[in-house]
């Protein structure tokens, strides 16, 4: 409970990076939105259930679609892989203890080009283990997605971790032995199910934000609780880091 805590005394914290992650989804979202009005022209889609039909065509008739689907997309991924080690030491040095907003933006700053590595080096360990995953898939499917599943809670924690370990403890965060460290440390059970847990939820806030979207389109309801889960997922995602940041922590003198 801990790190429940932690993310409970910074409410600013997590309230200003689910606002962030709201303007750049609604910055993105624009383009394809002003694109699809124009091809959609006075014609709407009133039942989502037969959503999928009327979109495939749209797509068939005006091209302009799925080319601007695809750079939002592509922007959204480039965005999150920048956004996320460029946030870490903001993030950890809050929940750590009390911070200005000058020390925040320091630890950001100063901390992001680790930060960025060990994700680098998380992608390549979730490549390997996806690997073995496929590999264990010929024995029964039931493996590889345990196996996936696994590989995807370890490598969360390993970065939560290592991440944790360069702006608290001044560990070498260019340096793969800071991050293997990490991954040994994330194999232990009861921190690998606690962090995993948390990741599952924001899994399922995220398939919750689609569900929500498809199912309620054309409603006045769906975007308020489509962002309103994006909240929450920001809160579970901050849990999950303030997991690694109570492990790692040591008081400061």
Do not use: K
């Amino acid at each position: 409970m801990n790190a429940l805590r932690r993310v409970l005394r910074a409410p600013w914290l997590w309230l200003s990076i689910a606002a962030v992650q709201l303007l750049l989804a609604a910055s993105l979202a624009a383009p394809l939105r002003a694109v699809v009005r124009v091809a959609m022209g006075p014609y709407t889609i009133g039942d989502e259930a037969q959503i999928l039909g009327p979109v495939l065509e749209l797509i068939r008739v005006h091209p302009a679609v799925i080319a601007t689907l695809v750079t939002s997309l592509a922007a959204s991924v480039a965005l999150g892989l920048l956004l996320s080690p460029l946030l870490a030491g903001a993030m950890i040095v809050r929940l750590a203890g009390p911070a200005t907003v000058g020390e925040q933006a320091h630890a950001a700053c100063t901390h992001f080009p680790a930060a960025l590595v060990i994700g680098i080096y998380g992608l390549i360990l979730r490549g390997l283990l996806a690997l073995i995953a496929a590999a264990l898939g010929t024995l029964h499917p039931a493996l590889q997605i345990l196996a996936l599943i696994a590989s995807l809670t370890l490598c969360a924690l390993a970065v939560d971790l290592a991440r944790a370990r360069v702006v608290l403890d001044n560990a070498r965060g260019l340096h793969p032995r800071t991050f293997l460290r990490a991954v040994v440390s994330a194999a232990q059970p009861a921190l690998w199910l606690r962090s995993g847990l948390l990741t599952a939820s924001q899994a399922a806030l995220t398939l919750a934000i689609v569900v929500a979207a498809v199912h309620g389109v054309g409603t006045a309801w769906s975007p308020w609780l489509a962002r309103a889960l994006a909240v929450l997922a920001t809160f579970a995602a901050l849990w999950r880091v303030a997991v690694a940041v109570d492990t790692v922590h040591r008081p400061r003198s």
